[in-house]
């Protein structure tokens, strides 16, 4: 069993007696990449009540910071104004692109809060008090069309590369809010600049980019309108992750089913 984080690519050929490959995170693209990884392995990837959990608050707090206008508060305070906006609270309707293992966390705590919430994954799935789209059913422009709020957590697969686009964003009517929590590799990020300034979106959070560190000279770091967290959404718990991949090797050795199964055809 190899346990693995953006290991260099083609570096698991040195272990050809590798029957399992565990990512250290939720992420896999540095797994599915390697071209040494192929179908007679098994891919697994952490699944843990706890990087949901940090999920969840991380959204929450987006979500509410949008919703509440607090924005708006941070430039009036900066001209000393004593300024209402109006309306006080923005009325909300947040979709979620991605409903797997984080996107149903979160759809969950937003729920709680009260906030309208649906989902859009590949295949059409139920889920008891959750509208979910599917790309099978329903087309993503349409999806976009119902909502102000879009949460991405889709995992980087070559169909999600890039997938928030100005051609898809234009979608979301006037004013909306973008989160991306899922991949930096998933947003055009010139396009988003474009959209910021006609208006589309009104303020992005973003935790994930196309290159990380964030380079310097970037020009989200200076538009007031772009919220940045270092990639720390959710961080994989180490303890509880040491616990799972123990399961795991447990589970291999003695030839019980693997948890938290990854299929390296679809990618996630
Ligand atoms: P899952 O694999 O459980 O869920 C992925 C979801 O994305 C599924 O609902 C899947 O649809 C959907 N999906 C995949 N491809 C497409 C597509 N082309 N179009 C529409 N929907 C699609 O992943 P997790 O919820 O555990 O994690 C999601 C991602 O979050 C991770 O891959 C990682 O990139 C990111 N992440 C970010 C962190 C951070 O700190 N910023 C921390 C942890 C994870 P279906 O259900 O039909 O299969």
């Known amino acids: 069993m190899l346990v693995v984080w953006k290991h260099p690519e083609n570096a698991s ?36 009540p706890t990087l949901a959990h940090s999920m969840q608050k991380h959204v929450l707090t987006c979500v509410l910071h949008f919703h509440k206008q607090w ?13 209402k906006p109006n309306p006080i609270e923005r009325p909300i309707k947040v979709g979620i692109l991605g409903v797997g293992a984080l996107g149903q966390a979160v759809t969950k705590i ?3 809060v009260g906030f309208e ?18 790309s099978e059913n329903h087309s993503l422009p349409s999806f976009l069309q ?10 980087r697969t070559p169909q999600t590369e890039g997938i928030l686009s100005y051609e898809l964003l234009r979608n979301l009517p006037k004013g909306s809010c973008l ?22 979106i009104d303020q992005a959070y973003l935790d994930v980019f196309q290159e990380e560190p964030l380079p310097t000279s970037h020009p989200f770091w200076s538009h007031s309108h772009i919220f940045i967290t270092p990639h720390t959404a959710s961080i994989t718990h180490q303890e509880n992750a040491a616990k799972i ?18 299929q390296l055809d679809r990618g996630y």
Do not use: M
């Not at 399992?20 to 843990?48: F, N, Q, Y």
């Not at 009036?76 to 300024?83: F, H, L």
């Not at 059409?124 to 599917?134: C, G, H, R, Y």
């Not at 991949?245 to 990854?262: C, H, M, S």
């Open 146 to 155: 119902e909502i102000n709020v879009l949460l991405s957590l889709l995992p």
């Open 13 to 48: 050929a040195q272990f050809p007696n590798v029957q399992l490959i565990s990512s250290l995170g939720a992420g896999v693209e540095h797994i599915i990449k390697d071209p040494a990884i192929t179908s007679k392995h098994l891919i697994s990837r952490i699944v843990d």
């Open 245 to 262: 991949i123990a399961d795991n090797y447990q589970r291999l050795k003695t030839g019980g089913p693997i948890r938290f199964e990854v």
């Open 117 to 134: 919430v649906i989902g859009f994954s590949r295949k059409p799935k139920e889920i008891p008090n959750f509208t979910v789209w599917d």
């Open 110 to 112: 937003l729920q709680t």
């Open 71 to 83: 924005p708006f508060y941070q430039v009036a305070k900066q001209n000393g104004q004593w300024a």
């Open 179 to 200: 989160i991306n929590v899922g991949r930096g590799a998933h947003l055009v990020e010139d396009d988003l600049l474009k959209l910021l300034e006609e208006g589309t």
